[in-house]
């Protein structure tokens, strides 16, 4: 797999037009292949990076450029695409779909890039097994803990084998032995090749990553 | 890149948006319900107000067909237009005409049998085919030279009630009629005429003779539908195959054809009114109801959003879920309001109506949902998802 090479210049946002800005003039680098930590106290921007990372929030200005191609001033449609096609992302609170079984929350994100039901419904089963929730695919999330339906929240952003992960405090809830399934789950995404950001506020988890990005 | 990246196309497939779409609109029972209720309702009273208007616009707009309104008869009142006879067949030919006849001059027909005491009846040459409304009751349809008979006329020649009119039946298809200058002629047939024509239940029709001159007094000439009336007219005024054609009548129900667009007029005014009403109210309840549901559902579209859905695949989804719900409630109101109708009056509208009201309540159901759909798919994912 070759991951994403992620270039940012001069980013700046705000969440009212004028407002106090979040983070302003940011430049950085993130490679293929490695895990890069994002850290910083509350209300610095972490989460709001990656969403922007992810091509899920538009900058107020600077240029985002993936493997060459300036993708901040692309289309919704063509961002969307992008997003369903090489973005996985876990988010903070899983975001599981409470009126659907564990398994079809997995394939969601199959459906959105266009996997056929069969294949995300293989692929889904192989991650869940592989994270120790297989027994747990026919079940609704409010059936499962919270260590659990954060490792359903990985199955489902590796379903797609994406070039890019963003995980937003994606062990923060977790007791450590479910914090080390999912880091190890990261970690070797990025052995094989993909890209891998991770937003925390746990200094042992940020000291484990490649590459470190401090927001103040 | 990697195996499976490279053949996702990064967008939905349409079989999935549906299946998701449905899945949907199971997941969301409470709204699922009531859009098709709303619709079951709509369509339900759409065909039992309108849906009885048009019926009875239909029953009332067949009866004043039956009586002429499409009939044009050209009349030649003095016997000297010289009206062709052939020209009958050429007529019979014209896209805009069911049927034509052609009609010779009356003259006075006696039975041969019982000839001193027979009272007389009109006899006339007819050109043409005997057209739909002239039904054979006994016997067969004339040959050249032969005669058949209208039940009224064979009364009068039987001398007879109406209540033994099997009797002269019998008997005049087994026998001849005399013309005042001898000339027998057979009768083959008794008929009934039917309207427009009924008025020839009095007469005896003779089927002409090959080459046989006859002299066309009367033309009647029956238009496919009401809109050719005036067209054929038009025609039979301008084009009309005779030695004078000014010396000619052409005669066209224009009272009864007024009498008919007023009909059509009133009853559909005032149906597609109500319908109108209806449909706007159901489309502004299909619109809260829509927008109620995806509100409910705003975290559901942030995460497909944030998954990679593009804002059309988020509108497909939304009407397709109440796509789902419109067709429930349309099927199922439309057998409601036609049963009832059928209870009710004895009489549905035809199968265009009722499947036009059915796709009309679609169409609407659908049109409702698209500002819901849109403002679901317009929303941004984040701030979505960023609220608890």
């Not at chain 2, 005409?97 to 006075?108: F, T």
């Not at chain 2, 759909?373 to 979505?384: C, E, G, K, N």
Request: charged share 20%; glycine share 10%; aromatic share 2%.
């Amino acid at each position: 797999m070759t991951g994403v090479h992620i270039e940012v210049t001069d980013l700046a946002f705000a969440y009212r037009r004028g407002g106090e800005t979040v983070f302003d003039g940011l430049d950085l680098e993130i490679r293929p292949g490695r895990v890069a930590t994002l850290t910083g106290p509350s209300g610095s921007g972490k989460s709001t990076l990656l969403y922007i990372l992810a091509l899920m929030l538009r900058a107020e200005r600077g240029r985002i450029v993936w493997d060459g191609t300036a993708v901040e001033t692309l289309g919704d449609a063509r961002r969307a695409q992008l997003r369903a096609r090489d973005v996985g992302f876990v988010f903070q609170d899983a975001l599981l779909d409470p009126a659907r079984t564990v398994l079809d929350n997995v394939g969601d994100a199959g459906v959105t890039a266009g996997l056929p039901r069969r294949d995300r419904l293989a692929r889904g089963r192989e991650l869940l097994d592989r994270f120790g929730v297989g027994h747990r695919a026919e079940h609704r999330p409010g059936e499962i803990s919270g260590g659990q339906a954060q490792r359903v929240a990985l199955c489902r952003a590796l379903l797609t084998r994406p070039r890019v992960i963003f995980g937003d405090e994606p062990t923060g809830n977790l007791d450590p032995a479910s914090a080390q399934v999912v880091w190890g789950a990261l970690r070797a995404a990025a052995d094989d090749g993909a890209t891998v950001v991770v937003a925390t506020h746990d200094p042992a988890l940020a000291a484990a990553g490649d590459d470190r990005i401090v927001l103040a | 890149m990697n195996a499976v990246a490279d053949v996702l196309p990064g967008s939905p497939r349409a079989r999935d948006i549906v299946d998701e779409g449905l899945r949907g609109a199971v997941a969301q029972r409470a709204a699922s319900v009531t859009a098709a209720l709303v619709l079951a309702i709509v369509c339900f009273v759409v065909l039992v107000t309108t849906g009885q208007s048009a019926a009875s616009e239909q029953r009332v707009l067949a009866r004043v067909d039956s009586v002429g309104s499409r009939l044009v008869t050209v009349v030649d009142d003095s016997g000297t237009a010289g009206i062709h006879p052939e020209g009958v067949a050429r007529l019979e030919q014209m896209s805009d005409v069911e049927w034509a006849i052609g009609l010779g001059p009356a003259r006075d027909v006696l039975r041969t049998d019982v000839f001193a005491d027979s009272s007389g009846v009109a006899a006339r040459t007819v050109v043409g085919e005997l057209p739909a409304p002239v039904r054979i009751l006994s016997g067969r349809a004339p040959r050249p030279g032969e005669a058949v008979v209208g039940r009224v006329a064979a009364r009068t020649l039987g001398g007879v009630t109406a209540s033994a009119s099997v009797a002269p039946s019998e008997l005049l298809t087994t026998g001849q009629l005399v013309e005042h200058d001898a000339r027998t002629i057979p009768v083959v047939g008794v008929f009934e005429a039917e309207a427009p024509l009924d008025p020839l239940d009095e007469v005896v029709l003779v089927a002409a003779e090959p080459h046989e001159v006859v002299p066309v007094r009367f033309l009647h000439v029956l238009a496919r539908d009401v809109a050719g009336v005036e067209r054929l007219a038009q025609v039979l005024t301008t084009s009309l195959e005779a030695d004078d054609p000014t010396a000619t009548t052409v005669d066209v129900p224009r009272g009864v054809l007024e009498l008919r667009s007023v009909i059509a007029g009133d009853l559909g005014r005032a149906g597609r009114s109500t319908m109108l009403v209806v449909l706007l109210v159901s489309m502004a309840i299909v619109a809260v109801t829509t927008l109620g549901s995806v509100t409910a559902r705003r975290r559901e579209f942030g995460r497909r959003r944030a998954l990679g859905a593009t804002r059309s695949a988020i509108v497909a989804l939304v009407l397709v879920q109440a796509g789902a719900s419109a067709v429930v409630g349309v099927v199922a109101g439309t057998c409601a309001g036609l049963v009832t109708l059928h209870l009710a009056l004895g009489e549905l509208p035809g199968a265009g109506f009722s499947a036009g009201v059915a796709g009309l309540v679609l169409l609407v159901a659908l049109l409702g949902s698209v500002p819901p759909a849109v403002a679901a798919a317009l929303r941004d994912p984040m701030r979505i998802l960023r609220v608890p």
